[in-house]
Each structure stands twice: as structure tokens, then as C-alpha cells.
């Protein structure tokens, strides 16, 4: 059976799917057409229904419930860390305050999502590549902007200060993690295929962790030249116990998004379950 699956070029990503996608674990008999892009095409992706299997971000999922139902593997979820906003100074631009514009790695990427409810009165934003959002603050094409990924371990060195970490903003808010990108899967599979893409998915990880250089090659043929350094500290950030099982703790957090979600108006409730099944056996 061939399914097709998207995921990122980042490291925490190609870290996850190294051994699944290169049968370096046993996928009885499941085949898998790999699609790699940016989290915003995606997440837009997933809006088409694009992809059997797909990584998405958070405030994506939010919306996509009746299509695809969330993996109990494969998420990163922040403790106490998340997308940082930052700016040429510490601080937004005088007398701009709210209509600041502030540059987004896309409008259903969680990074945005956390913005919103941290900045709820900002509404100046604009959409780009999250690779290119240092380059657009550097230049003054925009006044600040919410960076992701990698670019968390660059931006001080390019002269860019933080002024707010979004993931620790809401940890102060909430005491939980802040769910950033998870896994998800159509609907549409019965809840025996589900859960064999789960463990399958599971044991990826978990061949990863306890064969760390197993992945390094492909990790570094998709890494946008990143030293070895900033992709060890990308993984180990992104890359946690959440992302081998969610937990009841990973679960809250992820049920709590949504009533916030649901609070502000952004969704309805769900009609389906969040979660593939709360057996995972």
C-alpha cells in the first residue's frame, strides 16, 4: 500500500522520517511518495487534502479536524520556547506600536497564531518564506518579524534582537507546551491503518534517536547549509519525548489550543476526534 507523505526539509523533520522513508525499519509493506516543502505549503496542502499523510502546523490542524486526524508521534511541541519575534531594536518601532508590519512564515503557521494572541491588536503582517525573514528585517522591508526553525539560532548574530518568545509567552499564560507542528493523517483510513502508520512512525523515531549519525547525510543534504552545531541544537529542541508519544500532558496542550481557538472565535468545536485513537497498541 503507497501513501503519500509530506514533510519538511528541516532537520528536526528529516530526522524523524530518515528510517522510515530509507526502510532502514521493517514498514510492513507500506510504501511512502515523498513530497518535502516549506510548513506553510503545507499546511495549504493539507487544506487541499493534497496528502495522505502530512506534517502540518498546529493552527492548521485546527481547522482541517474533519479531514485528517492527528498521529501520537512525529509532533514538536515546545516547553517553554517557541517562535521568537524580533526586530532591529528590543523593542517595536516608536510610535508605530500595532501598525508595526511584522512579517509571518504564513498565515496558518502556528508561529502566526501565537502572534495573534500575543499581539492581538497587530494586524500589519506579511506573508513569507520563514527564510527570508531576517533578510526582509535587515533590509527594512519590514519593522519585525516572527522567525521559526533554525533561524532562532541565527538572528543575533545578524545584529537582530528578541523581543518577545511567543513559546515562552504562552508558557506564562498556560504552564503547558506550546504545540507547534504535528502529523496527521486522512481521515478517511480506518483506525487500523492509523494506528500501524503510528508505530511505524514511532519506531522511526526511536531508530533515530538510538542511531544518531544513521541520519546525518540526509539530514545535511536538505539542511540549507547549516553547520553541525545549529542542526544538533535544531533537533534536540524539536525533537523530544512529545514527538515519540504526545502523553497525557502533550494531549492537554494540544486540547487546550483548540478551546482557546474555540474561546476566540476561530473555530467551531470539532466533529471528529482530535486524536487517531486512544489506543495506540
Not at 83 to 90: A, D, F, H, N, Y
Request: glycine share 6%.
Amino acid at each position: 500500500m503507497i501513501f503519500t507523505l509530506g514533510f519538511s526539509p528541516c532537520p528536526n523533520d528529516t530526522f524523524i522520517f530518515d528510517a522510515l522513508i530509507h526502510h532502514k525499519i521493517d514498514t510492513e509493506g507500506f510504501e511512502f511518495k515523498v513530497t518535502m516543502a516549506d510548513v506553510e505549503e503545507l499546511n495549504r496542502k493539507a487544506f487541499e487534502q493534497a496528502l495522505d499523510i502530512t506534517k502540518l502546523s498546529f493552527h492548521a490542524f485546527l481547522y482541517l479536524t474533519e479531514k485528517y486526524a492527528l498521529l501520537n508521534s512525529g509532533s514538536a511541541l515546545g516547553d517553554n520556547c517557541g517562535p521568537l519575534l524580533i526586530s532591529p531594536s528590543p523593542t517595536l518601532p516608536k510610535g508605530k506600536g500595532d501598525r508595526s508590519l511584522i512579517a509571518i512564515p504564513g498565515k496558518y503557521t502556528t508561529a502566526n497564531y501565537l502572534l495573534s494572541i500575543a499581539y492581538p491588536n497587530v494586524s500589519n503582517k506579511q506573508e513569507m518564506l520563514f527564510s527570508d525573514i531576517e533578510e526582509a528585517i535587515l533590509s527594512g522591508k519590514v519593522d519585525a518579524g516572527v522567525i521559526i526553525h533554525e533561524n532562532r539560532f541565527t538572528y543575533e548574530s545578524k545584529g537582530l534582537f528578541k523581543i518577545m518568545d511567543l513559546g515562552e509567552y504562552w508558557y506564562k499564560q498556560t504552564q503547558m507546551p506550546i504545540p507547534l507542528g504535528g502529523i496527521a493523517i486522512k481521515q478517511k483510513y480506518s483506525i487500523e491503518i492509523q494506528r500501524k502508520i503510528n508505530r511505524l512512525l514511532r519506531k522511526s523515531i526511536e531508530y533515530a534517536f538510538a542511531n544518531p549519525l544513521s541520519s546525518k547525510a540526509f539530514i545535511k543534504a536538505h539542511s540549507q547549509e547549516m553547520s553541525d552545531e545549529v542542526i544538533q541544537k535544531h533537533i534536540e529542541l524539536y525533537v523530544n519525548n512529545y514527538s515519540i508519544d504526545l502523553g497525557k500532558k502533550g494531549k492537554e496542550a494540544i486540547e487546550l489550543m483548540f478551546e482557546k481557538a474555540i474561546a476566540a472565535k476561530l473555530i467551531l468545536k470539532p466533529l471528529q476526534p482530535i486524536f487517531t485513537s486512544a489506543d495506540f497498541a
